[in-house]
C-alpha cells in the first residue's frame, strides 16, 4: 500500500514539474510559496553582495601598481629585473668589453668597470640600486611601489649619464683606455675599503673629462 501511495505521488509531482515551462523564472512573491520567494531573494542578495565585494576598486594587489595610476598593470619584481637587461645593454654600448651579464651576479660588481662614471655624483648609486635588485631576486615580500619609484630613478640617472659619455664622443676620440686600463686601473687602487670606486682616484679620469 505504502508502494503504491508513493509511486502515486512521485508521477503527480513529475507531471506537475512538466507543466512547467522551461524559461519560467520566479518574479514576484505569488509565482512561489513565500517561504521558497524569500530564500530566492536572500539568494540573490548574497550573490550581488559577493560579486560587488570581489570587484576590483582603487584597492592594491602586493606587488602590483595601483589602478588608474601611472603604475598600473606594472608587476614591480618584473620591472625592477628588465631595468638589469636594459642598463647592461646601454652600458655595453659605452664599454663593449663589459664582462659578460650572468644570472644572480650582483649588480655592484657587474657594473664596477663603470663606477669611476656612475658614482661621480653618487657614491651610494650603485649601492642602492643593487639592494633593490636583490630584494626583487630573493626577497619573499613583493617591492613595493616606492620601491620601483627609487629603481626607476637611479636607472634613469646611470642611463643618462651613460648616454651623455656615448653621444660626446668620450670613448671614440683616439684616447680611449684599453681594455685593462677599464677593468684592471693600474698605479692605483681606485676601490675604497667598502667596495666603490672612487672617481677622485681614478687614474683614467683625464679620459672621460669632456670639454
Same mark, same amino acid.
Given at each position: 500500500?505504502?508502494?503504491?501511495?508513493?509511486?502515486?505521488?512521485?508521477?503527480?509531482?513529475?507531471? %506537475? +514539474?512538466?507543466?512547467?515551462?522551461?524559461?519560467?523564472?520566479?518574479?514576484?512573491?505569488?509565482?512561489?510559496?513565500?517561504?521558497?520567494?524569500?530564500?530566492?531573494? =536572500?539568494?540573490?542578495?548574497?550573490?550581488?553582495?559577493?560579486?560587488?565585494?570581489?570587484?576590483?576598486?582603487?584597492?592594491?594587489?602586493?606587488?602590483?601598481?595601483?589602478? *588608474?595610476?601611472?603604475?598600473?598593470?606594472?608587476?614591480?619584481?618584473?620591472?625592477?629585473? %628588465? !631595468?638589469?637587461?636594459?642598463?647592461?645593454?646601454?652600458?655595453?654600448?659605452?664599454?663593449? &668589453?663589459?664582462?659578460?651579464?650572468?644570472?644572480?651576479?650582483?649588480?655592484?660588481?657587474?657594473?664596477?668597470?663603470?663606477?669611476?662614471?656612475?658614482?661621480?655624483?653618487?657614491?651610494?648609486? +650603485?649601492?642602492?640600486?643593487? =639592494?633593490?635588485?636583490?630584494? @626583487?631576486?630573493?626577497?619573499?615580500?613583493?617591492?613595493?611601489? &616606492?620601491?620601483?619609484?627609487?629603481? =626607476? &630613478? +637611479?636607472?634613469?640617472?646611470?642611463?643618462?649619464?651613460? !648616454?651623455?659619455?656615448?653621444? @660626446?664622443?668620450?670613448?671614440? *676620440?683616439?684616447?680611449?683606455?684599453?681594455?685593462? %686600463?677599464? +677593468?684592471?686601473?693600474? *698605479?692605483?687602487?681606485?676601490?675604497? #675599503?667598502?667596495?666603490?670606486? #672612487? @672617481?677622485?682616484? #681614478?687614474?683614467?679620469?683625464?679620459?672621460? %673629462?669632456? !670639454?
Amino acid at each position: 500500500m505504502s508502494a503504491i501511495i508513493f509511486l502515486s505521488r512521485r508521477h503527480t509531482g513529475l507531471k %506537475q +514539474l512538466k507543466t512547467i515551462p522551461k524559461p519560467y523564472v520566479a518574479v514576484k512573491r505569488g509565482d512561489v510559496p513565500k517561504g521558497v520567494s524569500e530564500l530566492i531573494a =536572500e539568494e540573490y542578495t548574497r550573490a550581488c553582495i559577493a560579486a560587488t565585494v570581489s570587484r576590483p576598486t582603487g584597492r592594491t594587489h602586493p606587488g602590483w601598481g595601483a589602478p *588608474d595610476s601611472e603604475y598600473a598593470n606594472v608587476h614591480f619584481r618584473s620591472a625592477i629585473l %628588465q !631595468t638589469i637587461v636594459d642598463l647592461d645593454s646601454l652600458a655595453r654600448k659605452f664599454l663593449p &668589453e663589459l664582462p659578460p651579464l650572468r644570472p644572480h651576479r650582483p649588480m655592484i660588481e657587474h657594473l664596477k668597470p663603470l663606477s669611476f662614471v656612475l658614482l661621480q655624483d653618487d657614491s651610494c648609486r +650603485l649601492k642602492d640600486y643593487d =639592494e633593490l635588485v636583490e630584494q @626583487a631576486r630573493y626577497d619573499d615580500e613583493e617591492p613595493s611601489e &616606492e620601491d620601483w619609484r627609487r629603481c =626607476e &630613478e +637611479l636607472v634613469e640617472q646611470m642611463k643618462s649619464i651613460l !648616454t651623455f659619455y656615448i653621444n @660626446a664622443g668620450a670613448t671614440d *676620440d683616439g684616447r680611449r683606455p684599453s681594455k685593462d %686600463q677599464y +677593468l684592471h686601473p693600474r *698605479d692605483l687602487d681606485p676601490y675604497t #675599503s667598502d667596495g666603490f670606486y #672612487s @672617481a677622485a682616484s #681614478s687614474p683614467i679620469m683625464p679620459y672621460i %673629462q669632456v !670639454t
